[in-house]
């Protein structure tokens, strides 16, 4: 199903006034996005305005008060949104994660309703968000360093370089801990540092942090896996003379301290 979607995002590939193909845009977005909605079950026509709002949630600004207003609508939207999904899967299941998990809730009370939409919430928005950036990072590395050739050999590597997320998701202290010479309250928020952890110079061969590790390892790991596998090879299959549109200092990426991506990412594809 990967290898359908992506070959349908290269065919679809297009040049713009400019001469220029936004490999970000044609092809980082729709292959996750028509992915996992497939999987989910979550209509096409949905994806571009659950993407504006997940944009919404990644670039809050805290000391904009513009910024918290388009959050307040995107999670209010969000929350419609996947309400009325799991609705619609209860009334005419289809063949798909969402209707399955709506089985679960209702045939065997294996999860809450509100865990239910936060998790078909939690796997669109990753598709949305991580994987995108995840392979426009991986292009941006492999074009600036004009280098494709090493993909292969250098892959997790690579992606480890490219993780877009430099933080674990929240966590709370639910009693007083002590780490080293730090206190941290009961009640406080915990953000863990993967990017922290990754580049520990102790780290002495310890695998990846980037998905996780133990009982709450993403979801999304292997999906993850197969959509890199599918679109980064490919498209130096079948364009061996792409390149960088713009010098590599001039690629612009978002103001973000969730998730580090870039906005577009231009390139001559012949
Ligand atoms: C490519 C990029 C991705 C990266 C780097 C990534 C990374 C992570 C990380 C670091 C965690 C948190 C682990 C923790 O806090 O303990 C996580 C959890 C999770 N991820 Fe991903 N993820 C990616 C893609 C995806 C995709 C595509 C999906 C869904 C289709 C997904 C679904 C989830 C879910 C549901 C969890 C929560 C698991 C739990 O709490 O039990 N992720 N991911």
Known sequence: MVRRVSGAAFSSLAENASGTVDLLNQLCVPVPALTIGELLGVPADQHGELRDAATAMVTFDASSKESAMRLAGAVTSLAETFTSVVRFKREVPGDDLISGWVRARDDADLLSEDEL???????????????????????????????????????DELMEAANPL?????????????????????????????????????????????????????????????????VVPELFVRYPQVRLAVPESELEYRASWRSQGLVALPVHLQ
């Not at 730090?182 to 928020?189: E, R, S, Y």
């Not at 993967?194 to 790991?221: E, K, Q």
């Open 166 to 230: 430099p933080f674990a998701i929240r966590r709370f202290a639910v009693s007083d801990l002590t780490i080293g010479d730090q206190i941290i309250p009961k009640g406080d928020t915990v953000l863990l540092s993967v990017f922290g952890a990754d580049s520990d110079p102790a780290r002495n061969g310890r695998p990846s942090l980037m998905f996780g590790r133990g009982p709450h390892y993403c979801l999304g790991a292997q999906v993850s896996d197969l959509i890199v596998d599918a």
């Open 117 to 155: 939409v936060s998790l078909a919430f939690l796997m669109m928005l990753a598709g949305l968000e991580n994987v995108v950036h995840l392979c426009g990072n991986i292009f941006a590395a492999l074009l600036a360093a004009d280098a494709p050739a090493n993909w292969t050999a250098r892959r």
